[in-house]
């Protein structure tokens, strides 16, 4: 990645991997903290690298774009200028508090998409508990196929371990099972799991008042959150057309964007890009790392998005990944034991 910023080759490699442009994605905005067991610190920036972003996209020419004008470069003929979108997901608090005030000082545009159940305190954060159990224990017991396990943590390696697989875990679960195996661990643990969901989003107060920024656009993200590929079909349609209905009506506007819960290429399948055009939306992102192509030659309903390793806080990083020659964040691969213990007993 420095060879490649430092020799201009990604630059280079631009005219032709760069595509129209490139949409971003993040998750959370807040300062950072001292501690050795942070699973999310890939998905969080700091206030201080997003405004470094946001000035050095300025300075390379970037135009900084609604995800209404993304739609339109994808299907219009190339430009001179090169575009990029950035897109926020979860309408998590912090965004408020740390990223908004950065965005409108620069007033560019910028998209947030919504889970619905999250400010009505009705949303189940269930990563959040399996953080605070895991960062506070040093063993954790629970039910796995109908069996006792047990998992000795007290070494932080085997807290991220731990972490990772019980994440797998539950995102593969149906709603129904992963809401009593999270409150069967929350009430062993005495851990808030409701207290910890309300205290991380927005409420509607807090989202009227980013919805009133004229370079907001408000998107939707499901009523629940759910991975949707651990949803029937029935199921995952009524999560995507919900989400749309209820962030219309909160809004009292249009709304046209959708973004996949835990976007990644395992969290949904064929049949969901159907049910989002299905469903009125203009387009829904992923992240699928990838470049915006020109002249229609990009699915709007499988978006390709960069997302940023929260780990990295080099900017010549991000010029690099913008570029298209390479979108796969630089992040440490971690050869979780546990995952191949779970293969070799299947």
């Not at 991220?160 to 679960?173: G, K, V």
């Not at 029937?232 to 996949?260: L, N, P, S």
């Not at 229609?296 to 913008?322: F, K």
């Amino acid at each position: 990645m420095e060879l490649a910023y430092f020799s201009f080759y990604a630059r280079l490699k631009q005219r032709y991997a760069g595509g129209a442009g490139v949409v971003l994605r993040f998750q959370h905005v807040r300062p950072s903290h001292m501690g050795l067991f942070q699973p999310h610190k890939p998905h969080e920036i700091t206030p201080r690298f997003l405004d470094r972003t946001i000035r050095a996209l300025k300075r390379w020419n970037y135009d900084i774009v609604s995800m209404d004008e993304v739609c339109h470069r994808a299907v219009s003929l190339p430009t001179r200028s090169r575009f990029v979108a950035l897109t926020f997901d979860g309408g998590y608090k912090d965004f408020a508090t740390h990223a908004h005030p950065i965005l409108r000082k620069h007033d560019v545009p910028f998209a947030l998409y919504l889970p619905t159940a999250f400010p009505d305190g009705l949303g189940e954060a269930w990563w959040l508990a399996l953080e605070d159990m895991i960062a506070r224990e040093t063993r954790i017991s629970l039910v796995m196929d109908r069996k006792e396990r047990h998992f000795m943590i007290y070494k932080t390696q085997a807290k991220y371990e731990l972490f990772d697989y019980l994440s797998e875990w539950l995102r593969a679960m149906s709603p129904a099972d992963r809401t009593f195996a999270i409150k069967d661990l929350c009430t062993r643990y005495s851990t808030d799991i409701e207290a910890l969901s309300r205290n991380a989003w927005m409420n509607w107060d807090d989202l009227a008042k980013v919805a009133a920024d004229p370079n907001a656009t408000i998107g939707s993200a499901t009523v629940n959150y759910p991975a949707l590929s651990s949803l029937r079909d029935a199921d995952a349609h009524r999560e995507i057309a919900m989400g749309k209905a209820v962030t219309q009506a909160a809004f009292h506007r249009d709304v046209r964007h959708f973004a996949y819960p835990f976007g990644d290429r395992g969290a949904w399948r064929r049949q969901h890009v159907v049910m989002a055009e299905e469903a009125g939306f203009a387009s829904a992102a992923s992240t699928i790392g990838g470049v915006v192509e020109p002249l229609g030659r990009t699915n709007l309903y499988a978006l390709p998005r960069v997302a940023w390793d929260g780990r990295e806080g080099s900017i010549r990083m991000m010029r690099v990944l913008l570029s298209g020659f390479t979108f796969a964040p630089v992040q440490p691969t971690r050869n979780n034991p546990l995952r191949r213990q779970a293969a070799a007993s299947s």
